[in-house]
């Protein structure tokens, strides 16, 4: 599976952007999609994260502030972000998830930069 990720950029405090995330070359079926994001010295986080049938979970970090959806044209995802903040800067990663009963099966894309500047 190839995860291609893209949207990220350089904002001001309180702007907004849309992350994507487009997936190609799956032999197995998706089973959920996530975005993490990881900042220097701090461990990758889940952000947010949408199944196939639409059930999405959000960090205590930024829910009320980012909505994830999916990419109807194509399998993959968005990841709209409003209100950021600087401590939103990160390289965030689009994540693709195969659930198998011998294993679940994990996708990464490349990063795409956000920097929030204050």
């Known amino acids: 599976v190839q995860l291609q990720a893209s949207g990220g950029g350089l904002v001001q405090a309180g702007g907004s952007l849309t992350l994507s995330c487009v997936s190609a070359g799956s032999p197995f079926n998706i089973n959920a999609m996530a975005w993490y994001r990881q900042s220097p010295g701090k461990q990758r986080e889940e952000v947010a994260a949408?199944?196939?049938?639409?059930?999405?979970r959000y960090s205590d970090s930024v829910k009320g502030r980012f909505t994830i959806s999916k990419n109807t044209a194509r399998e993959g995802v968005y990841l709209q972000m409003n209100s950021l903040q600087p401590e939103d800067t990160a390289v965030y990663y689009c994540?693709?998830?195969?659930?198998?009963?011998?294993?679940?099966?994990?996708?990464w894309g490349e990063g795409t930069q956000v920097t929030v500047s204050s």
């Open positions: 949408i199944t196939s049938g639409g059930s999405t």
């Open positions: 994540n693709a998830q195969t659930w198998r009963v011998d294993g679940d099966l994990n996708y």
